[in-house]
């Protein structure tokens, strides 16, 4: 299994190496796409400034790290969030690279919402398949989007491979911030092992959607070991104090 995990985590770092930073390299076959390009996502400016004002509060004055954006459940506007948080890191908060994983493989929308194709992605190169394929845009081409891919085999695996062996660590020596779209907590457990990799935790729940059963069963998974933030859409109002300490 370690040599499995050093194969692997090697295997990404060189990959990460021709495509970011392509010039000091001379490997071959690894370069993104040339006519790809990330934009703005087609999010209101207004959700993009709440989002980003809530990342402040959650961060404070650091200047890198992972976050790992979550829900309880699928609909609460989870993927919105990541693509708002990551956009908003790139305008606002990164001298250096922003990227944005999808890991919701089940339930990909990040290459969707950015106007990528869907594959290759994470998925492919994690079940060898494919060369690893990010996509650079954003603000002085600061952002970079990592779509979820196509997965031929089971997407558990490739969940407990990225947290067993250590492959955020790994985006973490190219990029200045990592933002974590995961899939739901609720009756998806083994998210627990990717949420755990990240410094900070955003909890996303949609007004009249998300109850307030499901927010407390949340907390509970996430404990109190990590900072942790909630953000409401769907709804402009402010979340109650008794609502924010849940969380």
Known sequence: MIGETTATAARLREALGAVVEPQATELQGYRRRPREAVNQPPLHPDFITRCRIALGRLVAVEDEGVIAVCSARRGDGRSSVAAAVAYG???SRSDGRVLLLDLDFGHATQAEAFSLSPTPGIADFLEGRERLRLVAGGPNRQLWVAPAGTHLG?????????????????????????VLDLPPLIGHPETMTLVRSADWHLVVGKHRNTTFAELREVAGMLGDEKPAGFLLTGDSTRVPNWLRRLI
């Open 89 to 91: 890191l790139s305008q």
């Open 154 to 178: 089971d997407r558990l695996r490739l969940q407990h491979q990225l947290a067993g062996e250590s492959l955020i660590e790994v985006f973490r020596e190219k990029f200045q911030w990592v």
